[in-house]
């Protein structure tokens, strides 16, 4: 491929690939929406009864207001972040661990391979989500959760699918021409996996991290859904919890409900976009319609 | 036609590990924490009947001889090793006297029964819409199909169903806004108006679930149904005559049908998380809401019980699936597994 151009050839090349185009807007509107948005708004206004409750969206509350009185606008600005955030540190340590694993197990094998794979096949029939659950709802004083602590937490999970992805790639890139090259005039070890096999594997490495983050967006909204985390923040997953547990439906508070619901579908369609545009660029043989 | 003697012992020997370690971090996570559900318990039972704290102390210590855990940590794990393989879960701290087996059997069915049918169902349907989508003589008009699908298969169903709610059971109440049956109803599983009004409610969840999934199964059997089509075999059926729907059933479907079969085994998992958080969101009287009412009281046996249930049914559905794979494909090899 043709490099250099910059930005002009991003451009012209999201143009082929409209998918990841579209799906790496909708992810920058999100986190403009998370960052700049905050310029907008009072990020006091997110806790219980900083505002009148049950406010329909007027002027004044853009997006309404919840029934312990946080302004929503607010709590979606704050609790998207807050959910990304939490999303990216999973999937950064996920994505850490899975390659240095990965790495290992595909391109040295051996015992530590056998090893490495038995548990990473162990660990993919049980129920991460639900390995969460018993965990998080372990943690003390989970009232005083943060971002980070939660992000770790579903970090215990998010390096098992990377790893196992890592590690089928790096197994069928080993036996490779340029790598038998690399070896032949006289390359170590390392030396190979960083110059040679690390260059190749970078579209992989991204699909991984999309979809890590996108699993630990998912785990941390599931956990907080069901209760487990700060409840006083405004996470989006907390926002779920909050919203069944004073029956917005039952009062016909379609505001409080569709709001936080279209923020987390455009979440997980950016991460859908993404990765099916990246599946493209790592196999352009792949032809995809959507 | 068998399934191989050496392959079928290796797959009970993974099986027997997953069991093992899942009952093993069971086991620890508890240890771990610094978390003292018994204390938490006392404390608000205290609160609640206003004891006086030698009594407190009373009841600690008698809890903590009744779940054993003043023994050394080894014997501790035996004892739970050994409970747990005779599927003795132990008891709810919140209902003291009632079981976990008993809370898991009450809950279970009502989870199976909607669980199972949404699966199936969204397996069918979504494997016949991804071959017809990837299969280049259906009409152009099914590749529309596809864009919304996967758009719902991107979206977690607890998700989706909260829009549901709101839409179907609120602004057109055609369908009950939360429950497994009418409050108004009898528990009578003789009665067809009951199995009517189970379904009816039973409805949005299962929808919830079956929506996100069809399009999960589409698409991986539409990328399956792509590269066999290249196929020499596809070819050769091709140029013998044989008419389009004949190849399109015996010849792609059915090669194409093995990897979505691994792929069920696969998913089993977060089929059953998802379920979970359905549940709780629809207030279904299943196991995955009684866990999310677990997790509210910290009633930790109920909660480390069920998710080891789940874990276990998951890993043994699991096992099943591995050990039909060979029947259905000759091809594989059976050492390798």
């Known amino acids: ?290 | 036609m068998r399934i191989p003697i050496s392959y079928a012992l290796k797959r009970l020997g993974f099986l027997l590990a997953v069991l093992w370690t899942a009952a093993t971090i069971n086991f620890l996570i508890p240890k771990l924490t610094p978390r003292d559900p018994v204390n938490e318990l006392v404390q608000q039972k205290i609160a609640q009947m206003g004891l006086d704290s030698s009594a407190a102390r009373d009841m600690v210590e008698s809890l903590k001889e009744i779940y054993g855990l003043d023994d050394p940590l080894w014997q501790q794990y035996v004892r739970y090793i050994w409970n747990t393989a005779q599927f003795n879960l132990g008891y709810s701290i919140v209902n003291y006297p009632k079981r976990v087996n008993e809370i898991i059997g009450e809950t279970i069915w009502w989870t199976l029964g909607f669980v199972m049918t949404a699966t199936v169902l969204a397996f069918v349907i979504g494997t016949v819409v991804g071959a017809l989508v990837g299969w280049s003589e259906s009409s152009k008009y099914v590749q529309w199909l596809m864009p919304p699908l996967a758009m719902f298969s991107a979206v977690p169903a607890f998700i989706l169903g909260l829009v549901l709610i709101y839409y179907f059971a609120f602004k057109i109440p055609i369908f009950p806004l939360r429950g497994g049956f009418s409050p108004t109803s009898e528990v009578d599983w003789s009665s067809f108006e009951f199995w009517l009004d189970v379904a009816h409610h039973a409805a949005l969840p299962a929808i919830s679930l079956l929506l996100v999934t069809i399009g999960q199964w589409a698409l991986s059997m539409r990328a399956m149904m792509t590269t066999v089509e290249g196929a020499d075999y596809i070819t050769f059926a091709e140029a013998k005559g044989l008419k389009s729907p004949r190849i399109f059933f015996r010849y792609a479907l059915r090669n194409t049908m093995l990897p979505q079969i691994t792929a069920l085994a696969m998913r089993l998992g977060f089929i059953v998380s998802g379920s979970t958080l359905v549940e709780n969101i629809f207030n279904y009287p299943g196991i995955g809401r009684r866990l999310g009412g677990a997790i509210l009281a910290f009633d930790y046996p109920v909660i480390y019980g069920i998710v080891l249930f789940l874990v276990m049914g998951i890993a043994v559905a699991t096992f099943l699936v591995d050990l039909l794979y060979p029947l259905l494909d000759p091809r594989i090899s059976y050492t390798g597994g």
């Open chain 1, 1 to 290: 491929m043709r490099r250099g151009g910059g930005f002009q050839s991003l451009i012209a090349y999201l143009k082929r690939n409209p998918a990841l185009g579209w799906g790496l807007a909708i992810l920058v509107f999100l986190l403009l929406f998370a960052s700049v948005g905050e310029l907008f708004i009072d990020s006091e206004d997110v806790y219980p009864l900083s505002e009148p409750i049950n406010e329909i969206p007027s002027a004044k509350y853009p997006m309404g207001t919840d029934s312990q009185g946080r302004d929503l606008l607010a709590s979606l600005i704050l609790g998207t972040r807050m959910t990304l955030s939490i999303g990216m540190i999973a999937g950064i340590v996920g994505l850490g661990i899975g390659t240095v694993l990965g790495f290992i197990s595909g391109y040295f094998g051996g015992v530590l391979d056998d090893v490495i794979k038995f548990i990473v096949d162990v660990l993919m029939t049980i129920p991460q989500f639900l390995l969460l659950v018993m965990i998080a709802s372990s943690v003390p004083k989970p009232d005083e959760m943060g971002i980070v602590q939660m992000g770790l937490i579903v970090s215990v999970v998010s390096w098992v699918r990377p790893t196992r992805a890592i590690r089928a790639q790096v197994l069928s890139m080993r036996e490779r021409a340029f790598v038998m090259m690399a070896k032949l005039s006289g390359m170590g070890g390392m030396e190979i996996i960083l110059k040679e096999l690390m260059p190749n594997l970078l579209p992989y490495l991204a699909i991984s991290l999309a979809g890590a983050v996108n699993a630990g967006v998912l785990s941390s909204l599931g956990l907080q859904t069901l209760g487990i985390g700060n409840l006083r923040e405004p996470s989006l997953g907390m926002t779920i919890y909050w919203l069944r547990y004073y029956n917005a439906f039952l009062r016909g508070m379609w505001w409080w409900i569709l709001e936080p619901v279209a923020v987390i579908a455009l979440i997980f369609i950016a991460f859908l976009l993404i990765s099916i545009g990246l599946d493209e660029f790592a196999n352009p043989r792949t032809r995809r319609a959507v």
